[in-house]
């Protein structure tokens, strides 16, 4: 990750300047080997390096402000973020307009992951604007009228010299899998700027206003015809992964065999910049989940050696004990089987970049139920056409017609389930609103009790979005958050890049209809036409996925003794928020129709290993 | 499902040996074990002692140890769990005449719909009346929850002849399948009614002379139960993957 600090207080008030001072001098102290990359009256920021794989800088005109990450321009691809000065940045990007439509510009001119920092023309304002579909963090926290933002939250308390605390309502969200994704982060002291989202700071005060919000973007006028919604969706798919791939001589790619890992794969099998390509394939080693078959296809027409690895059940947990300190608790479900392997491939081939498919189900638009037909029903599209949009629906969820038309209108009477995943997924994905899983009935109704706590603010702003837009953009939230952070230290140099998770590809995706997306009973059937011709024939036709949940169990059952001291005598169960009886009852070898799914006790364990770091 | 080691003790000879009843099948899955009650459709988690006890006691157990001519000792703990299964009906000292099997082709392939595929007119005709026929057969004798009489009924091309026919080729099964898919639609939910579902696929495919199977399979952790239809190693309508989650219990 592209590791930064920048400090930003309000240079007429002495108290502020003060703290600031002693804050730089403390940090220039822990950091000694960081670059001061900006520095002017009531601004300061400090990089790790100012070009590496990770990201770069780039100043604007006049050091009025700088750009952190990685930065692309729209208009040709080429990314900003080198360790340019000012000319080289201005030809892309406008210091003026960025003033006037204060941070708005940069939205439409830039893409990628980055930060941009700038000061308006007489220095009386200093806004903070995170790009849309940012990879990278934009963590803030104030102390004595210095806001300091910086993503890595190390960084912060190396510097920090304040009590930080947990945010227990907010790990209690996350425990009973529900919407917790806001500017809230699991510690009190540190919030958090969401996608597009720009401060503005003025003297002491700050506001905060979203310049994009994926909400409105899906309520635009959708894609109309299906062949434009295919060349669209090729268009942004290849120019976006081969853009990401040009920052890269080799790339390892996580070939799962699905769908999405296989198109990013064609797309760089197709980039011009010609990268190395090696691709690893996980398959689960004594229990169901072997997709190598599929891999294997995909690697072979793309002519790109495959590496498989197996996944064992009996792979090492204490990676637990050693989590990475983040913001939020970071969940990968397979990674204590993955990361191992992976850093060893890349040490092994010298790869720049680990790539994957990450977000494809949600921009190549996997429908969780009859929301095309809401969707339908939204857009105001022709009655006629809403039977064979149920037809496909019900074709490719093995439910009935009639099933589909009951559910897509009922869905559209009561949209409540637009707001958030929790009530996604109560509603439309299936899951049984009264189900607690692991956690306490206690946790559970305070839960529920601030659940509009967690509704994130783009659903505030939008009265509801477009059907089949809520599971992209529930799934922007978990791309954009910590979520897919390495939570463990160890393999914390792995240098992933998710390259569907990109701004200008959402926002093709958020205005196809999802219609198109179930189109003859096939799920993602755009992106599917759309690489027809790059896909293995195998590849091509699969449906189904496979499931990780098997090999999740079987861990489980395997390190059962480990876990049951692990989880029982952590801090979730000393909060009252972890069930110890269920997860004795999950641990122990008892058949039981009731008992939840033991594969849910890894996001508690992932929690519970977090914590650790933050309570010794 | 219920707990099968707490029903009432009663004594037996513990010398004879003991067969699965009739109606009765058993698969071991994570190291526990789930016998299905195909009167009444009910499934059983046994516990790990009477998982041993039966392992080392019942001649037709899936994984047995059993001496065909039963054991002269076994321990009072064991004895009382087999008492127990003995009382509720599950086992005899007779060996029952099993219907079917609890062992299976492994799936290797699958055979999918293809939804831009067409058939003629009198072809869909066909289907549309097999299709409706076994629809309402089946649905008729779930209600009255027999489904071993369905299955007799139903299944014996595939049980008897499913190795001696020769399999249909992948373009037929591709055909009827994407054809029956197709039209399953107008009729019924098939989505968390495999049971149903499959017994309605295996009724037509029987109806063209396809060497079908039906696999009733089992997970633990936290129990699940699915169906599917074979015809040979080839999964009609459902993914490799999947069920290979589940370990059969019953292959009619």
């Not at chain 1, 510097?159 to 009190?188: F, K, P, Y």
């Not at chain 1, 390495?486 to 998770?501: A, D, G, M, Q, W």
């Not at chain 2, 699940?224 to 459902?238: G, L, N, T």
Request: glycine fraction near 6%; proline fraction near 5%; charged fraction near 20%.
């Amino acid at each position: 990750m592209f590791r930064y600090v920048a400090a930003l207080w309000n240079y007429d008030s002495s108290t502020a300047c003060d703290t600031a001072a002693a804050t730089e001098l403390a940090f220039r102290k822990r950091r000694p080997n960081w670059s001061c990359v900006l520095s002017i009256p009531g601004t300061v920021v400090y990089c790790e390096r100012l070009h590496s794989r990770e990201g770069g800088t780039a100043l604007l005109p006049d050091q009025r402000g700088i750009l952190l990450g990685i930065a692309f321009s729209r208009r040709d691809g080429r990314e900003l973020t080198r360790n340019v000065r000012g000319a080289y940045t201005e030809s892309a990007l406008s210091y003026d307009a960025l003033c006037n439509t204060r941070g708005r510009h940069a939205i439409e001119t830039l893409w990628g992951s980055f930060v941009v920092i700038f000061v308006s023309r007489d220095h009386s304002r200093r806004y903070v604007l995170r790009s849309p579909a940012a990879a990278l963090p934009c963590f803030h926290s104030q102390h004595n009228g210095v806001h300091i933002f910086f993503s890595e939250v190390n960084d912060f308390c190396a510097i920090h010299t304040g009590r930080l605390s947990i945010n227990w309502s907010l790990i209690r969200a996350q425990a009973a899998l529900g919407d917790h994704l806001t500017r809230e982060t699991g510690i009190v002291e540190i919030d958090s700027l969401e996608g597009g989202e720009c401060v503005a700071q003025i003297d002491s005060g700050a506001t905060h206003t979203f310049l994009w919000n994926p909400c409105k973007v899906a309520n635009e006028p959708a894609i109309e015809s299906f062949p434009d919604a295919v060349a669209s969706i090729r268009h942004e798919t290849q120019n976006v992964v081969q853009t990401w791939a040009s920052r890269y001589e080799s790339v390892l790619v996580e070939l799962s065999g699905g769908l999405d890992s296989s198109i990013v794969l064609s797309c760089l099998a197709s980039a011009r910049s010609r990268p190395r390509l090696h691709c690893v394939n996980f398959y689960a080693a004594g229990c169901p989940g072997d997709e190598r078959h599929f891999a294997r296809s995909m690697a072979a027409k793309v002519r790109a050696p495959l590496h498989e690895v197996p996944r064992l059940p009996t792979c090492e947990l204490s990676v637990f004990l050693h989590c990475h300190r983040t913001a939020r608790p970071a969940l990968n479900f397979t990674g204590p089987g993955r990361f191992a392997a992976v850093s060893e491939l890349v040490d092994k081939y010298e790869c720049d970049a680990v790539f994957d498919g990450e977000f494809g189900d949600n921009v190549f638009g996997w429908a969780a139920s009859a929301e095309p037909v809401s969707d339908h029903l939204y857009r105001r599209g022709p009655l006629p056409r809403l039977l064979t949009i149920a037809r496909d629906v019900a074709r490719m969820k093995r439910i009935s017609i009639w099933c589909a038309l009951t559910r897509g209108i009922r869905y559209s009477l009561f949209p409540s389930w637009t707001k958030g995943s929790f009530a996604f997924m109560n509603a439309v994905g299936g899951r049984d609103p009264g189900a607690r899983g692991f956690i306490t009935q206690e946790a559970l109704d305070a839960y529920r009790h601030e659940s509009e706590r967690y509704v994130h603010s783009w659903f505030r702003e939008v009265a509801m979005p477009a059907p089949s837009s809520v599971l992209i953009i529930c799934g922007l939230l978990l791309a954009t958050s910590t979520e897919l952070h390495i939570p463990f230290s160890e393999f914390n140099t792995l240098n992933y890049v998710h390259p569907l998770v990109s701004h200008p590809l959402l926002e093709i995706a958020l205005r196809i209809p999802g219609a198109f997306s179930v189109r003859s009973g096939w799920n993602r059937a755009v992106a599917r036409v759309a690489f027809s011709n790059d896909l293995a024939t195998d590849v091509l036709q699969r449906t189904c996925k496979t499931s990780t949940t098997p090999w999740v169990t079987e861990t489980i059952r395997q390190h059962a003794p480990w876990l049951r001291e692990f989880l029982l005598d952590g801090a979730l169960a000393r909060q009252g928020i972890l069930d110890r009886s269920r997860v004795e009852d999950a641990l122990s070898d008892r058949v039981s129709p009731d008992a939840p799914t033991p594969a849910e006790l890894f996001y508690h364990i992932y929690i519970e290993g977090w914590l650790r770091q933050w309570l010794t | 499902m219920s707990d099968a080691s707490s029903a009432q003790v009663r004594p037996q000879s513990h010398g004879d040996a003991r067969y699965l009843a009739a109606h009765l099948y058993a698969a071991e899955v994570n190291g526990a074990a789930v016998l299905l009650d195909l009167l009444s459709l009910q499934y059983y988690a046994v516990d790990a002692q009477s998982l041993s006890a039966l392992r080392a006691n019942v001649v037709d157990w899936p994984c047995s140890r059993a001496a065909p001519h039963g054991r002269d000792s076994i321990g009072a703990s064991a004895a009382s769990s087999l008492d127990s299964l003995t009382a509720k009906g599950f086992l005899s000292s007779s060996r029952p005449e099993r219907l079917f099997s609890h062992r299976g082709t492994a799936a290797i392939t699958a055979c999918h719909p293809v939804w831009d595929m067409r058939a003629s007119p009198s072809e869909t005709l066909r289907m549309l009346c097999r299709l409706l026929s076994a629809y309402v057969t089946t649905m008729v004798y779930i209600r009255r929850k027999h489904v071993a009489p369905l299955l007799t009924r139903i299944a014996p091309l595939g049980s008897i002849y499913a190795d001696q026919c020769v399999a249909p080729s992948k373009e037929r099964l591709v055909t009827l399948v994407t054809l029956y898919a197709k039209l399953r639609v107008w009729f019924y939910t098939a989505k968390h009614r495999c049971l149903f579902d499959s017994l309605v696929l295996l009724a037509v495919l029987q109806k063209y002379a396809i060497p079908a199977r039906l696999t009733i399979g089992v997970s633990s952790r936290p129990f699940s139960a699915h169906a599917w239809i074979q015809v040979s190693d080839c999964v009609i309508d459902d993914s490799v993957e999947h069920v290979r989650e589940y370990t059969p219990i019953l292959v009619a």
